[in-house]
């Protein structure tokens, strides 16, 4: 059973920055589509970025693109979430996500993806 732990998440202020980082507990990601969703309190969760099976360029969600990046770290067997302009509306639980299957068009749908960080808490402060 894949395992995937988040950090890096804390208290940041307005306008500021922070780095999340994922990793599994056993085997490599790279061969798993990967992907960060969030949740709010009070709101469902939030698909926000996620990376095909097969590599290529990160798709965002509308409304963190330009302001994050997700990117993979081969060497580390890592999965990065770069957050930079973060605004109150960006305080949620950010959870880290894997995807297995070669037939399933993963994206930002969270019905989609098969493994679960435990998530980390993100708060941005006014």
């Known amino acids: 059973q894949l395992q995937l732990v988040e950090s890096g998440g804390g208290l940041v202020q307005l306008g500021g920055s922070l780095r999340l980082s994922c990793a599994p507990s056993?085997?490599?990601?790279?061969?798993?589509?990967v992907g960060w969703f969030r949740q709010a309190p009070g709101k469902e969760r939030e698909g926000i970025s996620y990376?095909?099976?097969?590599?290529?360029?990160?798709t965002y969600a509308e409304a963190v693109k330009g302001r994050f990046t997700m990117s993979r770290d081969y060497a580390n067997n890592t999965v990065i979430l770069q957050m930079n302009s973060l605004e109150a509306e960006d305080t949620a639980v950010y959870y880290c996500?894997?995807?297995?299957?070669?037939?399933?068009?993963?994206?930002?749908?969270?019905?989609?993806?098969?493994?679960w960080g435990q998530g980390t808490q993100v708060t941005v402060s006014s």
């Open positions: 996500v894997a995807g297995a299957s070669r037939y399933t068009d993963y994206g930002l749908s969270a019905d989609e993806w098969d493994y």
């Open positions: 056993e085997f490599t990601l790279d061969y798993y589509a």
């Open positions: 990376i095909s099976m097969g590599g290529g360029i990160p």
